[in-house]
């Protein structure tokens, strides 16, 4: 029903910014919550930040809160996560989700094939 797409993963130097893209095809609605969720290796998969689809309301995991920043473009349809300040402990393979409803959880209706983001020195 949705496919999403992440882009904009690679390498950065601890304390740099990356942007990551999120884009969905196929139905969409405005009841949805979209945002993202990493996992690193040997962890499990953790919520990072989400937001509503129609009000934009933005939700934040503390460990990336005033370090991360989530936003939408209606126009082009995509889901943005900003990162900066990153740190090693930032290392994971990020995922966009999406969920119908205005809660995003683990159990997430849709998933992305995930963009590795490695912060290195």
């Known amino acids: 029903q949705v496919h999403l797409v992440e882009s904009g993963g690679g390498l950065v130097q601890p304390g740099g910014s990356l942007r990551l893209s999120c884009a969905a095809s196929?139905?969409?609605?405005?009841?949805?919550?979209m945002g993202w969720f990493r996992q690193a290796p040997g962890k499990e998969r953790e919520f990072v930040a989400a937001i509503t689809w129609s009000a934009g309301n933005t939700y934040y995991a503390n460990s990336v809160k005033g370090r991360f920043t989530i936003s939408r473009d209606n126009a082009k349809n995509p889901v943005y996560l900003q990162m900066n300040s990153l740190k090693p402990e930032d290392t994971a393979v990020y995922y966009c989700?999406?969920?119908?409803?205005?809660?995003?959880?683990?159990?997430?209706?849709?998933w992305g094939q995930g963009t590795q983001v490695t912060v290195s020195s």
């Open positions: 196929g139905r969409t609605l405005s009841s949805y919550v």
């Open positions: 989700a999406a969920q119908f409803g205005t809660v995003l959880s683990r159990a997430a209706n849709y």
